[in-house]
């Protein structure tokens, strides 16, 4: 893949590349955004931009020796940093590894690229070791810091990088990578997920969801915190704890939406009548809480909390949102 095929991100890709003609390169950048952006192709390009053999500064061939063995993963110069196993930190040893070959020549290419992805994944010992070497480093090297969530970096490392944030692409720029209509809309501008999904699953889960949403409009107050205690307990029992609520979230969105009178935004096109059917009867009230209920439950999501954290904090939302309701009735026990 060239510069030129990259979809999405211009504006973040013009000024790297402004970056690539100049004559010192960064020694540290952050690439922050969503998953499935683009972020870790970007940072492999730039990889072979500063080794290509063939290329003018800001530009690479993609077809040299060092532009294959970049693609390959074999690049001696190009390393990537990321965790032994999925979930699992990277450790101060994995970062210590990194930092022996510092201060050696590149051995085939001419500019050293350490990618580090997820970043946010070093524990403080790692990214503390990582500090020295952002702080001090050698001519012809580069760090660049990948992460969903790069709030979660420790504030030093953040300030020693340039930062960059991707964007999620545009429904537009999405359709390059697929035609499905649900799914292109469901991937929320993540070509990753778009790649990944399983529509079939998808379907069943946004019906269970459904339900749940149509259930929940037409429960009294009291069932209606029932209903909530039993869907994050229905939620932590489920091995697809997350993508459950995540659909719940965005049909919740999409009913938004429709009051909003901006249906051309909704995921679930196919969907639209039940949509505004929920969106017609939801008392104001009833739709507040469980909008509360499922943006706690995202910001959760968003943070990369570990499923165990997310089910104790999921139960305490639950809680809540139970005490908020008896508090709202005091006439009523439960
Ligand atoms: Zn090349």
Same mark, same amino acid.
């Given at each position: 893949?060239?510069? !030129? =095929?990259?979809?999405?991100?211009?504006?973040?890709?013009?000024?790297?590349?402004?970056?690539?003609?100049?004559?010192?390169?960064?020694?540290?950048?952050?690439?922050?955004?969503?998953?499935?952006? /683009?972020?870790?192709?970007?940072?492999?390009?730039?990889?072979?931009?500063?080794?290509?053999?063939?290329?003018?500064? /800001?530009?690479?061939?993609?077809?040299?020796?060092?532009?294959?063995?970049?693609? *390959?993963? @074999?690049?001696?110069?190009?390393?990537?940093?990321?965790?032994?196993?999925?979930?699992?930190?990277?450790?101060? &040893?994995?970062?210590?590894?990194?930092?022996?070959?510092?201060?050696?020549?590149?051995?085939?290419?001419?500019?050293?690229?350490?990618?580090?992805?997820?970043?946010?994944?070093?524990? %403080?010992?790692?990214?503390?070791?990582?500090?020295?070497?952002?702080?001090?480093?050698?001519?012809?090297?580069?760090?660049?810091?990948?992460?969903?969530?790069?709030?979660?970096?420790?504030?030093?490392?953040?300030?020693?990088?340039?930062?960059?944030?991707?964007?999620?692409?545009?429904?537009?720029?999405?359709?390059?990578?697929?035609?499905?209509?649900?799914?292109?809309?469901?991937?929320?501008?993540?070509?990753?997920?778009?790649? &990944?999904?399983?529509?079939?699953?998808?379907?069943?889960?946004? =019906?269970? *969801?459904?339900?749940?949403?149509?259930?929940? @409009?037409?429960?009294?107050?009291?069932?209606?915190?029932?209903?909530?205690?039993?869907?994050?307990?229905?939620?932590?029992?489920?091995?697809?704890?997350?993508?459950?609520?995540?659909?719940?979230?965005?049909?919740?969105?999409?009913?938004?939406? @429709?009051? !909003?009178? +901006?249906? &051309?935004?909704?995921?679930? @096109?196919?969907? !639209?009548?039940?949509?505004?059917?929920? *969106?017609?009867?939801?008392?104001?009230?009833?739709? +507040?809480?469980? *909008? %509360?209920?499922?943006?706690?439950?995202?910001?959760?999501?968003?943070?990369?909390?570990?499923?165990?954290?997310?089910?104790?904090?999921?139960?305490?939302?639950?809680?809540?949102?139970? !005490?908020?309701?008896?508090?709202?009735?005091? /006439?009523?026990?439960?």
């Amino acid at each position: 893949m060239r510069f !030129e =095929d990259f979809i999405g991100n211009a504006q973040v890709l013009r000024r790297l590349r402004d970056r690539l003609r100049e004559a010192r390169f960064p020694h540290g950048l952050l690439f922050g955004g969503p998953a499935g952006v /683009g972020k870790h192709t970007c940072a492999l390009m730039l990889a072979k931009a500063l080794n290509c053999s063939e290329s003018a500064p /800001g530009d690479f061939c993609d077809s040299c020796t060092q532009c294959r063995k970049i693609n *390959a993963g @074999v690049h001696a110069d190009v390393i990537l940093v990321q965790p032994e196993e999925d979930g699992a930190a990277i450790r101060i &040893s994995q970062i210590r590894e990194i930092l022996e070959t510092l201060a050696l020549r590149p051995l085939e290419g001419t500019h050293k690229v350490y990618i580090i992805d997820p970043a946010d994944a070093m524990n %403080d010992a790692a990214a503390n070791a990582l500090l020295k070497a952002l702080e001090e480093p050698p001519e012809d090297c580069s760090f660049i810091l990948i992460s969903a969530n790069p709030q979660a970096l420790l504030v030093t490392v953040r300030s020693r990088c340039q930062t960059y944030s991707f964007a999620p692409l545009t429904l537009g720029e999405l359709r390059s990578f697929g035609s499905d209509e649900l799914a292109l809309r469901w991937s929320r501008g993540s070509i990753g997920t778009l790649k &990944s999904l399983d529509l079939v699953a998808l379907r069943n889960r946004r =019906d269970a *969801a459904l339900d749940f949403l149509e259930t929940a @409009v037409q429960a009294k107050e009291e069932a209606f915190a029932d209903m909530i205690s039993a869907s994050a307990d229905l939620a932590r029992s489920k091995s697809e704890f997350e993508p459950y609520l995540n659909a719940l979230a965005i049909l919740m969105e999409d009913i938004l939406y @429709v009051r !909003e009178d +901006s249906a &051309s935004r909704i995921v679930n @096109v196919d969907l !639209e009548p039940r949509l505004r059917k929920i *969106a017609a009867e939801i008392p104001q009230e009833q739709f +507040s809480r469980i *909008a %509360d209920f499922l943006r706690t439950i995202e910001i959760n999501l968003e943070r990369n909390v570990n499923r165990q954290m997310l089910s104790d904090n999921l139960a305490l939302t639950a809680n809540a949102t139970l !005490e908020k309701i008896a508090n709202d009735n005091p /006439g009523k026990s439960r």
